[in-house]
């Protein structure tokens, strides 16, 4: 297996952003793109939803189908957020774009598509209202109507001033760009909040430690781990939303059911025989702030979900035992004072805020509930699987094909069309 990782860094200066620009306008039509902004019903009623779709309609000049799918909603408020938010904006798509565009608008919670959850979760277990189901059934619709298309993965919550034209821009570039010849494109940022810029991506950082330190325990145990662990490492933000994947790659993708659909992203590109892979940095972002409680749901299900794919590579055979386990959060502690100095000094260098006691009293529950979900891990080490790829089951496809032609034959999912706006 052979990975190329590279760091394009950040679209900084006029001149950068004008090559960029140009070379997706020259390509686009060639090489087509999908954006897919999967969102909740709550984030969709925010004004940062707004603030997306507005400059994605202005300008985004190289995306050639745009998939909007909204989470959690009866029909009465899917329809609210279709005609009060996204219609309004299909003429200023419509205008600003020389490929033509389609607009799709999905609603998960559409009679269909519950129908095709039902029918396929016998086959393939619960599907659960999370985001990672919305991912999947956007990949669905792309692979069954668009499969040539790469498609781009962006959160719908993205905090106004902070989003702009070169979240998707970023994002699109090396996937359309032929001389780059790209597979995977992950974005990194700074997560920083309110005046005082305080950096967030605490769960982040607690999972930058914790990989330290089970390449440090585990790295002997078994080859692919170390290099599975290597591999992660080298992203700088695990859990973005914000990534993007050509359409043979996107094709046979699999997809995480909850707050494991990042992690999860990783695995798919680490198995493949050659994989080209680019990092892309946003630079400051922010959106929706979980609880504590949030948060450690979070850290036990990307523990778990790591632990199944370590579980895989060992063929298998279990990875960690207690005594190994408990060693990983002994060592946890050595990194985790040399990684708050590091952070600590970042942030004084670029303006932010670091409250590093929160940082240590926050990492203690999410220890805490790493020893709880070991326990778990212990009785069911295979865990759940990820939503499987399209390519991988004709069987769901065509489930899910039959699904939305029913929804387009009633109006319901295709907006814009060869430049006629059907709503």
Not at 235 to 248: A, L, N, R, W
Request: proline share 4%.
């Amino acid at each position: 297996m052979v990975y190329e990782i590279r760091d394009l860094g950040k679209l900084a200066t006029k001149q950068e952003i004008d090559i960029a620009k140009k070379r997706c306008e020259r390509y686009a039509g060639k090489y087509p793109t999908s954006l897919a902004i999967p969102t909740t019903i709550d984030d969709a009623m925010n004004s940062n939803y707004d603030n997306i779709l507005q400059i994605n309609a202005s300008e985004n000049y190289w995306t050639k189908e745009f998939i909007f799918s909204i989470d959690r909603a009866d029909e009465k408020k899917a329809e609210e957020i279709l005609e009060n938010k996204i219609v309004p904006v299909l003429g200023e798509i419509k205008k600003n774009t020389k490929l033509n565009p389609t607009v799709v608008y999905i609603h998960n919670d559409n009679k269909h598509l519950q129908r095709f959850f039902e029918q396929a979760e016998p086959i393939i277990g619960e599907i659960p209202k999370r985001k990672g189901r919305s991912m999947w059934i956007a990949n669905g619709y792309r692979h069954i109507f668009s499969p040539n298309h790469s498609i781009i993965y962006q959160d719908g919550d993205v905090v106004e001033g902070l989003y702009s034209e070169l979240f998707p821009l970023s994002l699109a570039r090396p996937l359309i760009d032929p001389r780059m010849d790209v597979h995977f494109v992950k974005a990194y940022y700074d997560r920083v909040y309110g005046k005082d810029k305080e950096l967030k991506g605490r769960v982040n950082r607690f999972f930058k430690i914790l990989f330290q330190a089970q390449k440090e325990v585990l790295g002997s145990v078994n080859t692919k781990i170390d290099d599975y662990l290597d591999f992660i490492l080298r992203f700088p933000y695990y859990f973005s939303g914000e990534i993007g994947m050509s359409g043979d790659y996107a094709n046979n993708m699999y997809f995480g059911r909850g707050f494991d659909a990042e992690i999860l992203s990783f695995g798919y590109p680490f198995r493949l025989p050659k994989c080209h892979i680019r990092l892309v940095d946003l630079g400051e972002f922010d959106h929706d702030h979980k609880g504590v409680k949030g948060l450690v749901d979070m850290v036990g299900e990307i523990y778990t979900a790591e632990l199944s794919d370590m579980f895989e590579f060992k063929d298998g055979h279990m990875v960690l035992s207690e005594e190994l386990a408990e060693q990983v959060l002994d060592i946890f502690a050595r990194y985790e004072g040399e990684e708050m100095r590091g952070w600590n000094d970042y942030c004084e260098t670029h303006g932010y805020t670091f409250n590093g006691a929160q940082d240590r009293k926050n990492n203690q529950e999410f220890k805490k509930r790493v020893r709880k979900e070991f326990k778990n891990f212990l009785k069911n080490p295979r865990g759940k699987d990820p939503f499987p790829g399209w390519e991988s089951s004709k069987t769901l496809t065509d489930m899910l094909s039959k699904a939305l032609n029913a929804m387009k034959s009633e109006g319901k999912l295709i907006l814009l069309e060869n430049g006629d706006i059907k709503v």
